[in-house]
């Protein structure tokens, strides 16, 4: 069965710092792997999603996420963090074997002004 | 942009009662799902629904769930005889297509607290 680690559990920034949150998955064929941030209060909105091809890809609100077959690691980024940002991101995979999304655990970011 | 929506925000129930999740998906999506989020914990796959019938459920989703969608525009999670363990925050979500093509769209979630 595939599962998600996301190893930091909280990470706090300084607005205007770069970002980079990890994410690792255990799959043994090509997963699909996306995005998600959450809001206090709010759903899961989708940020990026990867399903093949060019293995950097963009997401809204300026992430972007790149695919590494060789880590197992899906690994979301930002090169300048905004107080907006503050939230809690969770990476999910999916598989070919069907249609549930696995979920990591979640990394809370807190964002310094 | 469309959006999933769910209703109500915030269920209170006794323990032992039924309720009912309700769920309307964007209106043109096939694929249903739901999952539920325990306090501090991860987001779970309780179960897709595709043409009328459920597609994939997990361990979580025993007998006391069911999923319908009793018209062309709502989907529903009840829970027979809800128990303490069952509060938890439960998001529908929909696509176009089947995970592997097309991302999943979460609504705001149900917060259900048993008492």
């Known amino acids: 069965a595939q599962s998600v680690t996301q190893p930091d559990i909280h990470i706090t920034v300084s607005e205007g710092a770069s970002l980079e949150l990890r994410c690792n998955y255990s799959y043994g064929a090509t997963p699909y792997l996306f995005w998600y941030v959450q809001s206090p209060g709010q759903g899961l909105q989708l940020l990026l999603k990867?399903?093949?091809?060019?293995?950097l890809v963009q997401g809204i609100k300026g992430f972007e996420a790149e695919f590494k077959r060789s880590q197992s690691s899906f690994n979301l980024r930002k090169p300048s963090v905004h107080w907006s940002d503050a939230a809690e991101y969770f990476c999910?995979?999916?598989?070919?074997?069907?249609?549930?999304?696995?979920f990591g655990g979640g990394t809370r970011l807190m964002v310094k002004p | 942009e469309p959006e999933v929506t769910q209703t109500p925000s915030h269920q209170v129930t006794q323990m032992g009662q039924e309720v009912i999740l309700r769920c309307v998906p964007i209106s043109n999506h096939l694929y249903f799902y739901w999952y539920r989020q325990i306090l501090g914990q991860k987001v779970e796959f309780l179960v897709s629904?595709?043409?009328?019938?459920?597609?994939?459920k997990s361990e979580i989703f025993d007998d006391q769930f069911s999923v319908e969608r009793p018209d062309g525009s709502n989907f529903t999670l009840k829970i027979r005889s809800t128990k303490l363990e069952d509060s938890a925050m439960y998001f529908c979500?929909?696509?176009?297509?089947?995970?592997?093509?097309?991302?999943?769209?979460f609504g705001d979630g149900t917060r259900l607290s048993i008492l």
């Open positions: 979500a929909s696509s176009s297509d089947r995970a592997r093509n097309q991302p999943q769209h």
């Open positions: 990867y399903f093949s091809g060019d293995t």
């Open positions: 629904f595709y043409n009328n019938e459920i597609s994939e």
């Open positions: 999910a995979v999916g598989t070919n074997a069907g249609n549930m999304l696995t």
